[in-house]
């Protein structure tokens, strides 16, 4: 089988490497890649919202089967374009369709899909231009603090926790009415602040059967103690020592089954990964947004702990025979720490030369922001490494995470010594 994954983050490396374990992958894309992936697989030089690029890519290299990595070509059609094609009939695809890619697209949309389907999350309006005096009357009789989120996608900046009315407010009013997010602000869902601990879930579905892949929890601002901006995710671990089995049924019976009858009763054929981010308030699971993909880095501490063939798992999924496959799980515990341009999330430098990776042992290397150049590994992004550990306790994954960070070079280099930290403290 040909295989080309869509996409250039360390998501995409995970993936990428995955497929190249499996007997059934004869030939590897990636589009665009990275400097990991072009060591295990051919990187192509297609933007991945380059519709047209990506369908003359996928002819000229026979591609069986299409995996896309990030929510953008998803949410603008992507899936829909290439099953326009007529002579792309039988290419297997994973990743949902635009009207499947709403629940992450549209945060109005996956609210109102929530409540439709009878699924836990925070109590919520929406509020557009036309509404802005109502949607300021609304906030004064708000409790504090309060959650603003612009409806469409914002590259994950378009969530505000506003502590005081006055900074909500202005909140409101810069999203709608100063646009501070464009589009993506023209409607902004208020939202009730839940109290509780995080964490992820990951669906993988057919459209019918689904299976639920490890959990994970995700460390998404810049500083130690979870201080600072939010960024696209310093360090994940996975499993979560929380997230116990009377919860995760939860999860499934109260969230993972009605949200995909939900998808069927909709009429949307969704085959793909679902990205469930949940609060666990008081032990019941609140869903807090859905995701399209999987997540980055999350997927770098959740494929490591996947035993099947993943081709195999994909295959399944774009056939609709995800029945037909017993999901096998390590029990072992997965570390990933994310090493980052300084600057990052803001402003920061690229094309800085990346030394001592060889030097790493017994830890992948997912790659993310880099690039090859005349032999080197050059920094190419915010996040440029992610570096996954799996082992027998968290704490020796711990260690060996933190220990690759250390040793892997580049100028600038940031990350959060902290990652696991707290689950170790949880868990004595
Ligand atoms: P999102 O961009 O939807 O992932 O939201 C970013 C972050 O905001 C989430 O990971 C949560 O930590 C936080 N968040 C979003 N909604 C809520 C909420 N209703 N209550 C508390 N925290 C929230
Ligand atoms: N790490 C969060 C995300 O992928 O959205």
């Known amino acids: 089988m040909k295989i080309l994954v869509l996409g250039s ?25 990275n400097a990991g992936t072009a060591q295990i697989a051919t990187n192509l030089a297609v933007a991945y919202n380059d519709f047209e690029g990506v369908a003359t890519a996928i002819r000229q290299h026979s591609i069986d089967l299409l995996i896309v990595g990030p929510e953008e070509p998803l949410v603008k059609g992507i899936v829909n374009f290439l099953r326009q094609q007529p002579d792309l009939a039988k290419l297997r695809i994973v990743g949902p369709d635009e009207a499947g890619a709403q629940l992450e697209g549209s945060k109005d949309f996956s609210k109102s899909f929530m409540l439709r389907h009878g699924i836990p999350t925070a109590a919520s309006r929406t509020f557009t231009v036309e509404t802005l005096d109502e949607g300021l009357r609304y906030l004064e009789d708000h409790s504090l603090p309060v959650v603003l989120k612009a409806d469409g996608l914002a590259a994950g900046k378009g969530v505000v926790i506003a502590e005081t009315m006055g900074d909500a407010q202005t909140t409101l009013r810069d999203m709608l009415d100063g646009r501070k997010f464009g589009d993506a602000g023209s409607k902004v869902v208020v939202e009730q602040f839940l109290r509780g601990i995080e964490l992820s879930v990951f669906v993988l579905t057919d459209g019918v059967n689904y299976k639920i892949l490890p959990e994970a929890k995700d460390y998404k601002r810049i500083g130690e103690a979870d201080t ?11 499993p979560v020592v929380f997230a116990n089995e009377t919860f995760l049924r939860k999860v499934e019976e109260k969230v993972v089954k009605p949200t995909l009858a939900g998808l069927q009763q909709d009429g949307i054929h969704y085959q793909g990964f679902i990205f469930i981010g ?6 019941e699971p609140y869903v807090i947004e859905y995701n399209a993909r999987m997540g980055d880095p999350e997927t770098e501490v959740v494929l490591p702990r996947v035993q099947n063939d993943f081709a195999e798992l ?61 032999g080197r590994v050059l920094t190419n992004g915010g996040r440029v490494l992610a570096l996954t550990a799996l082992a027998n306790s968290l704490e020796n994954a711990v260690r060996k995470s933190q220990e690759a960070a250390r040793t892997v070079q580049f100028d600038g280099k940031q990350y959060r010594k902290d990652i696991g930290l707290d689950l170790i403290r949880y868990q004595d």
């Open 9 to 33: 983050g360390g998501r995409e490396h995970a993936f990428a490497w995955k497929l190249a374990q499996s007997p059934l992958c004869d030939a590897l894309f990636v589009a665009p890649g």
């Open 228 to 238: 600072g901006p939010n960024t696209g995710g310093m360090g994940a671990v996975s």
């Open 278 to 283: 949940l609060m666990n308030v008081k032990s």
């Open 314 to 374: 994909m295959v399944a999924t774009a056939d609709g025979e995800l029945d037909k496959i017993a999901l096998q799980v390590s029990p072992q515990t997965a570390v990933t720490t994310v090493i980052v341009s300084n600057g990052y999330p803001d402003v920061y430098e690229k094309g800085k030369i990346i030394t001592d990776l060889e030097r790493l042992e017994d830890v992948t290397a997912f790659h993310a922001g880099t690039t090859a150049q005349d």
